[in-house]
Every structure is written in structure tokens, then in C-alpha cells.
């Protein structure tokens, strides 16, 4: 266990590995990606209430939904990098918080973009999703900002660990504070209604390709930026300045 | 296969029942956010690829300089 | 000026030692933005010893300081108190240690017997009276009730001085608490550390300057 | 509850008493406040400015001010003590009396909570004071008074708390009034939530006891978890 | 206009331009900015998050909202400006850097207002482009954004310039959030009436072009006046 | 140790100086808090002149260089800069004047070659060679790109120290500018002060170690 552990978090071996893997994680992303928008944008039938704007809902539900798994992610992350001091994993934490900030705002920007049409309004106060994902968008840039503003790197490492950890526990409870004060405040939430509508089975087929298409491109976009950050961190390494010098 | 395609026409298509603006717009931003966070780590590997090979090469002249005036 | 080949010589002259090893370092290591600063350092500190940490400037010296007192952990090798490794015994450890940085721990509004009176509190119950006796040693009569801020340089220094002098620890650990004091003060504190040595204590300073401490070893960063 | 606590961890101490160096702190901490009186002036003022931007900015108009009353408050509180955060660890930070408080033997825990309680006395008890008066102002109705008087006796330590982990991790930067705030503002939300709704359950029907129980359920884990936070991030940006 | 009266004032200096130290102070300020990246963005996230904070503690609604989205505008903006204005002279006071533009030899005036500048570049422009889409999301009327727009880019920088004299004032002090606040606050009303004013006539059945010519007044005032008096405040500061 | 009785006594020996009066304090007299720092206090500095401020802690000498500058208007007595007052010629003073004091100046998130180019162009046009030549003299190179705040504090102090032999001004005034420097920076300070004075420029500096530096001046604040 601790063998495989302290393997995992030596740079050169995730290095390596995630080279061999990206050519099969970047094929299936294409595939997976071309089927879900082709399907999406050409075949789905139109809903019966939404017409053809449910073609937005298979983006953003997707999107929407690998929003979530960053805080998470960066949680865990964060807790390798204190307890373990394991250089990976803040790698990794660090571009998580930049591309959870762009994940965000695209769920904010296509979930309003289908709101204008079905709502009649781009944005809803009283929706509780909507509200929690804007300050979830907030924290991310909140950690983002953080670590910018902190020059020591290792510093930095630590004290967004720390602040994804706080800021984890801090989403779930916005959730459902925001969640509890809708309620209260107008118990129908347009959203809440119109998510309940009959999609057809070849709405959510459709979505579930695209949900597995976004993870595919989270995980790939995230190796990408890892591996830049292995390469700049460990720059002084036999092994980089080799791979360097035949670049 | 074809049949399925909900559309009978280009221009239908590009309409999408109305709502071109926000369908296009979205996949638009989509679109966007894919290829961006996908260009700009492998820019950056490039950039990173690119000075890195430039340090060792001026650090190597270095060495190479002071181990001169060492001689 | 720096040294720009970071290679570091220990050289502690382990002859006059009395007692026993209280801290030492094992191969130490530390580079910060790529700069080695030292590599497989060893030392030992003694109890009755007084060692100077000596090297040009950004050698590493406040650096390694911090890092013995666990105010940087950015180094890789073994710092132990007397034979543990410190963060085992961390209580102990600190209950024995006074280290004086370049900010001294003066708080600017309060005047020096308050800074004292709180300060040392943290290591041990003190009465008012030794305060003031110290202050007045350190040639700070007259300045008991002025607010720090309007102190001078040197007079700030002395007032976070005083705290070796209240508390009696083991180990002082003081980078340049020489900067700013008058000859007088360099003398008196020269004597401090001395008796403090004699007196089974070990200290580790840096200084830039040449210290006028018999027995002292030195331990050069390059 | 926690001076038992404190007091049965200074019988484990062989040297040096924790709870004397959790008093001493509190005492020096409270002593600096008093000193600079600012420190003590200025949250109070800041929150009354503020409160009365809204007739200004918004509407003069008692009815319409009196609905947005609770919220305009809580908003006040909240910026308020985002404000004065920024005194708690900085002026320690430069002058190097928080690199002793990390070298004092003492577990940081009880002395971070020690320097949040007397930040709290000081900068969080005047505003929950001054509230009725401004409630007054605003012409918020009687009856909510007291919750409103309850739920910020509650949920500004929460917020100095929180605040608190968010200062400590900015501790060594330059100018953080902002990044403090970007970071303070999200964690806030729910207090500011559950605050309204109480205040505003006390105006119309419902109860505001559910309300107050919650919060007080989310200052007891912020009592015990955000200062372990807080010393963490200490330890993190002093090194 | 500035820069004709730069390079008039250069011509009487004998030895050094002080047109070149006037550019040369921009330059740098704007080069920290950039370094720290956070005195840019940071200003604009305040701004929205404070914003953001008032549908939840007042209410969601759309039509209520509405009524009080130009006033909450302005005060965000007045808040933003507040906060951001902790950045501009204290590095330069705590490293030393002040203490060298003082003894420079060219009018502090032009000194100032440069850092003024690029201080407003920095967190006011960002705060002024974010503002239509926060109106937005308060559901403030659409005919109303150009005066928005309007009014908040010639009020932000008389907040910068009157801002600056309070902080000249409170260099010296440790922890200033709040006392800045206290004394910016209430000069700062004249401009958050003006500016809500215009915002609101532009709604209603007025004009808001009188209220706009008056804060342009206002503007120019402040940009002949406001740098003399911090650049005394400054002096005063530093002895 | 600072003196409780504070009688200033100016003792320039006035036989080696070449140059005329440059600045000069004639019946200088401050207090701070009730106690009189000095009084009666007559000093010249003449062109080619280096003159040491001495005294104990608490003496006054940052308050009189402060003063001297125009950072501190507390005082009565009379400044003159070429035998007039300071305040009628104060463009020709500034553009005459280097000042570091216990802050140096030095931005922390700059570089010092950004810091230099900036501080350096508020007193004439400066080109970045000169900047970098001068950066390597102080042994600096290799840290052109680091921001200041990864330099160690000696290192920071040379960049301050830069300033000096970048803009050629006549006067220099140097609070404690020897704190912090190893002692090849030192050796090298005081030739650069040594080689200052000789082509006609006046330096003043506050220190309290003994100086190598023949032809030297003290005034002594006690
Ligand atoms: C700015 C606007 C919006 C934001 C920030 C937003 C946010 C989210 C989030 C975070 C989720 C994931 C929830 C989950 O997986 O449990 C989600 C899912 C979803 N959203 Fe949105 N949304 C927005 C607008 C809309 C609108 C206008 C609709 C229209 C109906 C919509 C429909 C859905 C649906 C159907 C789902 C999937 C529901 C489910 O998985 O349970 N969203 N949205
Ligand atoms: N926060 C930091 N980040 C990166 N590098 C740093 C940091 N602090 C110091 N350094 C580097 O570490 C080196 C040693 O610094 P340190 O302060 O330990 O030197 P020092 O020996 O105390 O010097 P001095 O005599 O000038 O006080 C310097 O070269 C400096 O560039
Ligand atoms: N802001 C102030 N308000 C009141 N008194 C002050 C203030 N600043 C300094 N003093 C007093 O003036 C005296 C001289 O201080 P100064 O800093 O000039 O001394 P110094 O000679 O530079 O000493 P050092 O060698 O320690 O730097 C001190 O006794 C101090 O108490
Ligand atoms: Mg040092
Ligand atoms: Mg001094």
C-alpha cells in the first residue's frame, strides 16, 4: 500500500503512465464527444414542451454535473498534499481549481442560456442550484486567487489544501442552507418543475455520452496541465532535462 | 439513419425550432471551453519545452565558460 | 558575493566541549528557487557552547535558523534534541528554546513591560518585578511606560532581549541580535551569552561581525 | 465548557500552565484593543455608516426600508466583520509576536481560540450592541427585535471564526483586504441565510427558534473546528 | 489635458523631467498590479460577490429587486473602491518606497495623482465593466444601463481620489480597514447620491443628464484637488 | 545605556576638510516625548566630507537624519544647504540627495532590476545596462529576475545600496547601512564611500561599528 502510494506520487512514473494513456483517453473523448453532439444536435427529437432547446440540456447537465466532482477532488487532493506532503497531488489540485472555475461558468452560462428561453429569464434568485453553483464559481476563484497571491509555491500548496478542504465542506452546507431558504421564500422553483418534465429516453442516453465525454475531457485536459506542472516543478531532474534536450 | 436527422433542411437545422441564438450560443461556449482548456496546456508545453531547452543551453555555455577560467 | 557554488564546511572544533550534544543536524539539506544553499550539513550544538553562524549574505543562515526552530520545514535531513528527532518531543523542545528573529516580537503600542509580561508568560509564570529589574539592566529605565513605537531601533532590539534574560531556557537561537545595538549593548549581550554558556546553556547567532566570545566555535555556510 | 478544557489540558503541561498563556493572551490581546480604541470605535462606526447608506442609496421610505431591514443589517454585520478581521493576525505578523506565539509550548489551538474571542469581544459584541438602534433607524417591527439581537449574538462569532482561517492563511501577503473578503463572503453565506430567516420568521408567522437552534448547532462546530483551521493556516503562511 | 500640464511643469525642472518620474511611477504601479494579478481581479469579485449577497439576504424577487438595484449598485461599487484603496500607498509605506518618492524632486501633485491613475486603471475600470451584468441579475430596467455605466465611470474615480486622501491619513497605522472607512464613507455620499440619482431619473421620467454634468463637476474638482491633499496628507504621514 | 542626560557635543575636527559647507545644522533642538534628544547641536558638512553620527541607542540619530532630509519637521533650529535654507532651494537639495534609512525601499514583488529602474528614474533618466552592471558589482547577479522578497535581507540592502552608484548625487545620507551586509559588502560600502568623498560628494552615516575609512569626521549625539 505504501509502496504503491509513494510510487503514485513520484512525478516521473505519472508522468510516463499518463503518456501511454492520453492517446486512448483522447480517442475515446473524440468518439465519445462526436457521438454525444451529433446525437444531440441532429437526432434528438424535439421535447414536446422544450422543442429543440433541450439540445442545451444534454451540454449542461453534463457539464453541470462534472462541476460538482471538483471540490471533491480538490478535498482529497488537498489532504494528500498536507498529510502526505505528496508534490503530485497539489500539481494536480492546482489546475484543478483553474478548470473547476471554467466548469462553472460554463454550467452558469448554459444553464442561463437555456433559462432565457424557458424561464424567460437569464437568471433566478430563487433557485438553489443556480445560487450554490455561483458561490461554488466564487470559491473556486476564491482558491485560484490564493494561490496567485501567495508567491511561495509551497506555501501556496498548503494553504489551498487547506482552503479546498474548508471550502468542500463549505459548498455542501451553501447547498443546502440556499437550498432550505427557497423553500421558505417561493416553494415552486421554475427549475424544480420544468427538470421533472418527460425527456425521452434518447434525451438521457444522449446525456449520459456527454457526461462520459466531459470526464473523459476533464481527465485529459487536467493530465495535460499536471504534466506541464511535473515538467516546470522538476525541471532539475536527470529524466526532464533529457526529455528536454531531445524535444 | 438519415431519416432520424429531425431536420429536412440546412437552414432548419441552423434555426433549431427558433432558438438558434441560445442553441448555437451554447455549443458555441462549449465548443470554446473544450478546445481552450486543451490548446492552452499544450501551448504551454511548448512555451515550457521551449525555455527550458534555452536555460540548459545558456548554462551549458556557462559551465562550459567558468570551467575555462578555472583551467 | 554569495557564494555561488553552495557547498557547506562545518567545522566545529570539538575539543572545548563540556557537556552534552543538546542539538544537532544531520545531513541537511535545503534549496529554495532552485539555489542550493547547503547540502549533507552536520553539526552538533552542545550544552556550554556558543556557535556562530557565519557566511556571506544569502547563504542560508536565517534559512537553517528557522528551520531548527519548525518555522520552516522545507529541508530535507534529520534535526534532533538531544539524540530524538524534535517533533517528537516538541513540548520539551519548546519549553527549552528562545529564538530571536529578525522581527523581534515587540508589539508597537504596548510599552515593554507589557510586551515582556506577555511573552514570556507563553514559557512561564513571571512576576512584574524581575520585568522591570531586567528592563532597567538593559538600560531601558525611563522607557517602562513609552509605547514601543516611539522606542528606538536599538531600544526595540533590548526589549526583546530582555525575554533571554527573564526566562531562563536552555537554548537561544538569535539571528543578528547584534544590528542596531550601541557598542555598550553589543558588549553587554557578548557577557549574556557567555554566562549562558557557562552556565550549561548553548546558543547558535549569526552575526556579521567579529564576536569577542572565547571558546566560541563557529560554523560556516560559505 | 472551555475553560474546563483548557484546564485539563494545563494539567498534562509539566512546565508552564496553558490556561495561564490562554488568559495572558486574551489579556494582552484585549489591552492592544483598548490601546488603539480604533480597534475597538471603528466596527461599531463602520457598521452604522453603512446602515445608513441604504435610506440614502435606496429609499427613504419607512415601509419599503422596514422589508428590507433584516437583510440590509445582516449584510452591514457581515462586511463589518469581514473588516475588522483584518486586525487579527497582521499587526502580530509584523512585529514577530506571532512567530513566538508559535514557539510558545503551548497547543496553538487554545491560543488561536484565545485571540478569536477577545477579536470577538471586541469587534463583534459593539455591533450586536449597536443593532437595535439601526434596526430602530431602518424601522424594522418590534417584535424582531430580539431574535434579531439573538441571532447576531449567535452568528458573529461564527464569523469571526471563519474569518479567522481566512486571515490566517493571508497572513504574510501585502494588501489582502480583498482576497480576504473573496474568501470570507462565500463562507458566510449560511449564516447570513439562517440570520435573515430568523429575523424575518420573528416579523411574520412562523418561529424563529428552529432557525436560532441551527446556527447555534453551527457555532459549535465552528468553535471546535475552525480553530484548528486557523492554526493550521498559521503554521502554513508563517513558514 | 494631465499631460500637457506633465511636460509644462517638466520644462521648468532643470536636472530630470517630471514627466519621465510621472511615467515611470505609472509604469512600475502598474507593473505590481499586474504581478500580484489579484489587485486586478480582486476588486471585480468583491464587487460581485457583495452584490450577489443582497438578493439572498433581502430577497429574490425580481420585481423587489428591482426597486433597490441601483442603490445596491452603487454601494457595492462604494465598498469595492473602499477596500481596494488599502493597496495604494501601504507596501510603498512598509517597504520604504514612499519614503523615496518623498525625497524625489518633483512635485508630489503629479506623483500622486500618477498612482492615483493607475490605481483607478486597476480596480475601478474592472468594477465599472462588471456592472451591467450585475444590474442585470438585480433586474434593474434595461433603459437604465447607459447612465449606470455613465455615472459609475465618472464617480469610481472621484472614490479613488477621495479615497486616497484617507488613506494618506492612516498610512502610518496597523490596521486601518476600518478607520479608512469611517473617514471615505461619509465623503463619499455626495458622489453615491448623485450617482443612485442618475440612475434612478434615468428609470423614472427625468433626465439624468444634470445629475451626470454635476458629478463631472465633482470629478474635476477632485482631480485638481484631492492629489494636493494627499500629497500633504502624505508628508504629514511620513514625519 | 542611551545617556539620560542628553547633551549633544559636535566634535568635526575641522582642519582636514577640502570642499565648502554643503550642509550645515546651526542650533539644532528636538525633544520627543519630554526628552530632549540634543540641543545646541552645530554641525558642517563640507563637499569631500564623511562624517559618522554617533551615539548610544535612543540618541536621536535616525530623528536628526530624518530631519535633515525634511522627513521630520519636529525640531527648532536652522538647516542650510549651501549656506541657505533648505526649504528655498528644495529642488536643488532633492536633486542632490540620496536617503536610506532602516526601510530601503525595495518593493517586494518587483525584481530588483524593475525596483532600481523605477527608484533610480525619480532622480534622472537611468538605461537598464547600467542598472545590471551595477546590480553584478554587488554580487547580485543571478538574482536580476528573482522578486525582492526571495532575497535574503543583506541582499535586499544591497539593492537599496545600488541606488548610490547608479544616480551620482552629491550628498548621501546612510542610516545604519552596514546592518545586514556580510564583510566583503562592508569593505566594499566603505570604499564606495571613501571613493565618493574623494571626487567631492559628502557622505553622512549613522553605524555603530568601527569604520575604515581614513579621513573620517564623528559628530557625537552621546
Ligand atoms: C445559471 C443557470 C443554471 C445553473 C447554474 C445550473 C446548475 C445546475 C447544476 C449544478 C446541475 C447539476 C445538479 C445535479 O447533477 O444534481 C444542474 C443539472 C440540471 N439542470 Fe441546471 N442550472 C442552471 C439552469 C438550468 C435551467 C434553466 C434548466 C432548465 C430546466 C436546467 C436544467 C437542469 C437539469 C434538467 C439538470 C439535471 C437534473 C438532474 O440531474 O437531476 N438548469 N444544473
Ligand atoms: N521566501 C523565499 N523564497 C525563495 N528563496 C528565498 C526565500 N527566502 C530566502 N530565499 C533565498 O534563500 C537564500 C538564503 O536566504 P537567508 O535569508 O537564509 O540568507 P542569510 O544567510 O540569512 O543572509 P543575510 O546575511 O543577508 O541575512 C537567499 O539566497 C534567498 O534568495
Ligand atoms: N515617533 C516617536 N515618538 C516619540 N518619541 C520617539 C519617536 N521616535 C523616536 N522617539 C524617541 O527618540 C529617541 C531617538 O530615537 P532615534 O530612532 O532617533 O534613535 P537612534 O539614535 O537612531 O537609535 P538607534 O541606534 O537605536 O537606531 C528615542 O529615545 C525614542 O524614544
Ligand atoms: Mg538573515
Ligand atoms: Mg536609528
Redesign the interface.
Given at each position: 500500500m505504501w509502496l504503491w502510494f509513494s510510487k503514485l506520487g513520484s512525478p516521473k512514473w505519472f508522468y510516463e503512465l499518463s503518456g501511454k494513456w492520453l492517446p486512448w483517453l483522447v480517442g475515446a473523448m473524440i468518439i465519445s464527444m462526436t457521438v454525444a453532439v451529433v446525437w444531440a444536435l441532429l437526432y434528438l427529437p424535439p421535447d414536446y414542451q422544450q422543442g429543440y432547446t433541450s439540445r442545451i440540456l444534454v451540454v449542461h447537465v453534463a457539464v453541470a454535473g462534472t462541476s460538482l466532482a471538483f471540490f471533491p477532488l480538490m478535498a482529497v487532493a488537498g489532504t494528500i498534499t498536507l498529510v502526505w506532503k505528496m508534490k503530485l497531488a497539489d500539481m494536480v489540485a492546482k489546475n484543478a481549481a483553474a478548470l473547476g472555475a471554467w466548469f462553472s461558468f460554463i454550467t452558469l452560462a448554459t444553464g442561463s442560456l437555456w433559462g432565457s428561453v424557458m424561464w424567460g429569464t437569464w437568471w433566478e434568485w430563487t433557485d438553489a442550484r443556480l445560487v450554490s453553483m455561483l458561490f461554488q464559481f466564487f470559491l473556486l476563484l476564491g482558491v485560484v486567487s490564493l494561490r496567485s497571491a501567495l508567491e511561495d509555491p509551497?506555501k501556496a500548496a498548503k494553504a489551498c489544501a487547506l482552503l479546498s478542504i474548508v471550502g468542500c465542506i463549505n459548498v455542501v452546507i451553501i447547498k443546502y442552507s440556499v437550498e432550505w431558504w427557497n423553500v421558505l421564500h417561493q416553494p415552486s422553483s421554475p427549475l424544480s418543475v420544468n427538470s421533472d418534465s418527460p425527456n425521452g429516453p434518447e434525451f438521457w442516453i444522449a446525456t449520459i455520452i456527454m457526461v462520459l465525454a466531459v470526464y473523459l475531457f476533464l481527465s485529459i485536459s487536467l493530465i495535460l496541465a499536471t504534466r506541464n506542472e511535473i515538467l516546470q516543478r522538476e525541471?532539475?531532474a536527470q529524466w526532464v532535462q533529457e526529455l528536454v534536450r531531445n524535444s | 439513419m438519415i431519416e432520424a436527422i429531425q431536420f429536412s433542411s440546412f437552414s432548419e437545422f441552423l434555426d433549431m425550432g427558433g432558438y438558434a441564438f441560445n442553441v448555437w450560443s451554447v455549443y458555441g461556449l462549449f465548443a470554446v471551453f473544450i478546445i481552450a482548456n486543451l490548446w492552452l496546456p499544450l501551448n504551454k508545453r511548448k512555451q515550457i519545452l521551449r525555455e527550458q531547452k534555452r536555460r540548459l543551453l545558456v548554462n551549458e555555455e556557462r559551465n562550459i565558460t567558468t570551467d575555462d577560467k578555472q583551467q | 558575493?554569495?557564494s555561488?557554488n553552495p557547498t557547506a564546511t562545518a567545522v566545529p572544533d570539538s575539543e572545548n566541549q563540556q557537556g552534552a550534544v543538546m542539538l544537532s543536524g544531520n545531513k541537511l539539506f535545503c534549496e529554495?528557487?532552485?539555489r542550493v544553499l547547503f547540502q549533507d550539513l552536520d553539526f552538533n550544538l552542545h550544552e556550554g557552547e556558543v556557535m556562530q553562524l557565519r557566511?556571506?549574505?544569502?547563504?542560508g543562515k536565517?534559512t537553517l535558523m528557522?528551520m531548527l526552530?519548525?518555522?520552516?520545514?522545507?529541508y530535507k535531513g534529520e534535526i534532533s534534541w538531544y539524540g530524538a528527532s524534535v517533533s517528537e518531543q516538541?513540548?520539551d523542545f519548546?519549553?527549552s528554546?528562545h529564538?530571536i528573529?529578525?522581527?523581534?516580537?515587540?508589539?508597537?503600542?504596548?510599552t515593554p513591560v507589557?510586551n515582556l509580561?506577555?511573552?514570556c508568560?507563553?514559557?512561564?509564570?513571571v512576576d512584574d518585578q524581575l520585568i522591570e529589574k531586567t528592563l532597567a539592566d538593559?538600560?531601558l529605565?525611563?522607557?517602562e511606560e513609552?509605547?514601543c513605537h516611539?522606542?528606538?531601533?536599538?531600544?526595540q532590539?533590548?526589549v526583546a532581549l530582555a525575554r533571554l534574560l527573564i526566562n531562563p531556557m536552555k537554548l537561544w537561537i538569535l539571528d543578528?541580535p547584534f544590528?542596531?545595538?550601541?557598542?555598550?549593548?553589543?558588549k553587554?549581550l557578548e557577557e549574556n551569552i557567555l554566562s549562558h554558556a557557562n552556565s550549561g546553556g548553548a546558543v547558535m547567532v549569526t552575526t556579521?561581525?567579529k564576536l569577542n566570545i572565547p571558546g566560541m566555535n563557529v560554523l560556516d555556510l560559505g | 465548557m472551555f475553560w474546563t478544557l483548557v484546564k485539563l489540558m494545563s494539567t498534562d503541561?509539566?512546565?508552564?500552565s496553558t490556561s495561564?498563556?490562554f488568559r495572558?493572551?486574551l489579556?494582552?490581546d484585549l489591552?492592544?484593543a483598548f490601546?488603539?480604541k480604533n480597534d475597538i470605535a471603528n466596527p461599531f462606526m463602520f457598521f452604522i455608516i453603512v446602515v445608513s447608506l441604504f435610506p440614502i442609496a435606496i429609499t427613504p421610505d419607512g415601509d419599503r426600508l422596514a422589508e428590507i431591514a433584516a437583510g440590509v443589517v445582516w449584510i452591514s454585520v457581515l462586511l463589518a466583520s469581514m473588516l475588522s478581521m483584518d486586525n487579527l493576525y497582521r499587526?502580530?505578523y509584523?512585529?514577530?509576536?506571532l512567530?513566538?506565539?508559535?514557539?510558545?509550548?503551548?497547543p496553538l489551538f487554545f491560543m488561536v481560540l484565545s485571540k478569536n474571542i477577545s477579536h470577538w469581544l471586541v469587534s463583534g459584541l459593539p455591533v450586536v450592541v449597536a443593532a437595535p438602534l439601526l434596526a430602530y433607524m431602518l424601522s424594522l417591527p418590534q417584535e424582531a427585535y430580539l431574535t434579531l439581537i439573538a441571532s447576531l449574538l449567535i452568528g458573529t462569532p461564527i464569523l469571526s471564526l471563519i474569518g479567522s482561517i481566512a486571515v490566517a492563511l493571508t497572513v504574510g501577503l501585502g494588501s489582502r483586504g480583498l482576497i480576504l473578503a473573496v474568501i470570507t463572503l462565500p463562507m458566510s453565506v449560511p449564516v447570513l441565510i439562517f440570520g435573515t430567516l430568523a429575523v424575518e420568521a420573528s416579523v411574520g408567522v412562523g418561529s424563529p427558534a428552529g432557525y436560532l437552534a441551527l446556527m447555534l448547532a453551527m457555532l459549535a462546530a465552528s468553535l471546535s473546528l475552525a480553530p484548528l483551521a486557523s492554526a493550521a493556516a498559521l503554521r502554513i503562511s508563517?513558514?
Amino acid at each position: 500500500m505504501w509502496l504503491w502510494f509513494s510510487k503514485l506520487g513520484s512525478p516521473k512514473w505519472f508522468y510516463e503512465l499518463s503518456g501511454k494513456w492520453l492517446p486512448w483517453l483522447v480517442g475515446a473523448m473524440i468518439i465519445s464527444m462526436t457521438v454525444a453532439v451529433v446525437w444531440a444536435l441532429l437526432y434528438l427529437p424535439p421535447d414536446y414542451q422544450q422543442g429543440y432547446t433541450s439540445r442545451i440540456l444534454v451540454v449542461h447537465v453534463a457539464v453541470a454535473g462534472t462541476s460538482l466532482a471538483f471540490f471533491p477532488l480538490m478535498a482529497v487532493a488537498g489532504t494528500i498534499t498536507l498529510v502526505w506532503k505528496m508534490k503530485l497531488a497539489d500539481m494536480v489540485a492546482k489546475n484543478a481549481a483553474a478548470l473547476g472555475a471554467w466548469f462553472s461558468f460554463i454550467t452558469l452560462a448554459t444553464g442561463s442560456l437555456w433559462g432565457s428561453v424557458m424561464w424567460g429569464t437569464w437568471w433566478e434568485w430563487t433557485d438553489a442550484r443556480l445560487v450554490s453553483m455561483l458561490f461554488q464559481f466564487f470559491l473556486l476563484l476564491g482558491v485560484v486567487s490564493l494561490r496567485s497571491a501567495l508567491e511561495d509555491p509551497d506555501k501556496a500548496a498548503k494553504a489551498c489544501a487547506l482552503l479546498s478542504i474548508v471550502g468542500c465542506i463549505n459548498v455542501v452546507i451553501i447547498k443546502y442552507s440556499v437550498e432550505w431558504w427557497n423553500v421558505l421564500h417561493q416553494p415552486s422553483s421554475p427549475l424544480s418543475v420544468n427538470s421533472d418534465s418527460p425527456n425521452g429516453p434518447e434525451f438521457w442516453i444522449a446525456t449520459i455520452i456527454m457526461v462520459l465525454a466531459v470526464y473523459l475531457f476533464l481527465s485529459i485536459s487536467l493530465i495535460l496541465a499536471t504534466r506541464n506542472e511535473i515538467l516546470q516543478r522538476e525541471r532539475r531532474a536527470q529524466w526532464v532535462q533529457e526529455l528536454v534536450r531531445n524535444s | 439513419m438519415i431519416e432520424a436527422i429531425q431536420f429536412s433542411s440546412f437552414s432548419e437545422f441552423l434555426d433549431m425550432g427558433g432558438y438558434a441564438f441560445n442553441v448555437w450560443s451554447v455549443y458555441g461556449l462549449f465548443a470554446v471551453f473544450i478546445i481552450a482548456n486543451l490548446w492552452l496546456p499544450l501551448n504551454k508545453r511548448k512555451q515550457i519545452l521551449r525555455e527550458q531547452k534555452r536555460r540548459l543551453l545558456v548554462n551549458e555555455e556557462r559551465n562550459i565558460t567558468t570551467d575555462d577560467k578555472q583551467q | 558575493m554569495s557564494s555561488s557554488n553552495p557547498t557547506a564546511t562545518a567545522v566545529p572544533d570539538s575539543e572545548n566541549q563540556q557537556g552534552a550534544v543538546m542539538l544537532s543536524g544531520n545531513k541537511l539539506f535545503c534549496e529554495r528557487d532552485d539555489r542550493v544553499l547547503f547540502q549533507d550539513l552536520d553539526f552538533n550544538l552542545h550544552e556550554g557552547e556558543v556557535m556562530q553562524l557565519r557566511g556571506s549574505n544569502g547563504s542560508g543562515k536565517t534559512t537553517l535558523m528557522r528551520m531548527l526552530c519548525g518555522l520552516n520545514d522545507g529541508y530535507k535531513g534529520e534535526i534532533s534534541w538531544y539524540g530524538a528527532s524534535v517533533s517528537e518531543q516538541a513540548g520539551d523542545f519548546y519549553h527549552s528554546l528562545h529564538y530571536i528573529g529578525h522581527r523581534v516580537g515587540v508589539s508597537k503600542v504596548l510599552t515593554p513591560v507589557e510586551n515582556l509580561r506577555w511573552s514570556c508568560s507563553l514559557k512561564s509564570e513571571v512576576d512584574d518585578q524581575l520585568i522591570e529589574k531586567t528592563l532597567a539592566d538593559l538600560g531601558l529605565r525611563g522607557y517602562e511606560e513609552s509605547p514601543c513605537h516611539t522606542l528606538s531601533a536599538g531600544q526595540q532590539q533590548r526589549v526583546a532581549l530582555a525575554r533571554l534574560l527573564i526566562n531562563p531556557m536552555k537554548l537561544w537561537i538569535l539571528d543578528e541580535p547584534f544590528t542596531t545595538l550601541d557598542p555598550k549593548g553589543v558588549k553587554q549581550l557578548e557577557e549574556n551569552i557567555l554566562s549562558h554558556a557557562n552556565s550549561g546553556g548553548a546558543v547558535m547567532v549569526t552575526t556579521h561581525h567579529k564576536l569577542n566570545i572565547p571558546g566560541m566555535n563557529v560554523l560556516d555556510l560559505g | 465548557m472551555f475553560w474546563t478544557l483548557v484546564k485539563l489540558m494545563s494539567t498534562d503541561m509539566s512546565r508552564s500552565s496553558t490556561s495561564v498563556a490562554f488568559r495572558s493572551t486574551l489579556k494582552r490581546d484585549l489591552l492592544i484593543a483598548f490601546k488603539k480604541k480604533n480597534d475597538i470605535a471603528n466596527p461599531f462606526m463602520f457598521f452604522i455608516i453603512v446602515v445608513s447608506l441604504f435610506p440614502i442609496a435606496i429609499t427613504p421610505d419607512g415601509d419599503r426600508l422596514a422589508e428590507i431591514a433584516a437583510g440590509v443589517v445582516w449584510i452591514s454585520v457581515l462586511l463589518a466583520s469581514m473588516l475588522s478581521m483584518d486586525n487579527l493576525y497582521r499587526s502580530d505578523y509584523e512585529d514577530g509576536s506571532l512567530e513566538q506565539l508559535l514557539l510558545s509550548p503551548h497547543p496553538l489551538f487554545f491560543m488561536v481560540l484565545s485571540k478569536n474571542i477577545s477579536h470577538w469581544l471586541v469587534s463583534g459584541l459593539p455591533v450586536v450592541v449597536a443593532a437595535p438602534l439601526l434596526a430602530y433607524m431602518l424601522s424594522l417591527p418590534q417584535e424582531a427585535y430580539l431574535t434579531l439581537i439573538a441571532s447576531l449574538l449567535i452568528g458573529t462569532p461564527i464569523l469571526s471564526l471563519i474569518g479567522s482561517i481566512a486571515v490566517a492563511l493571508t497572513v504574510g501577503l501585502g494588501s489582502r483586504g480583498l482576497i480576504l473578503a473573496v474568501i470570507t463572503l462565500p463562507m458566510s453565506v449560511p449564516v447570513l441565510i439562517f440570520g435573515t430567516l430568523a429575523v424575518e420568521a420573528s416579523v411574520g408567522v412562523g418561529s424563529p427558534a428552529g432557525y436560532l437552534a441551527l446556527m447555534l448547532a453551527m457555532l459549535a462546530a465552528s468553535l471546535s473546528l475552525a480553530p484548528l483551521a486557523s492554526a493550521a493556516a498559521l503554521r502554513i503562511s508563517i513558514s
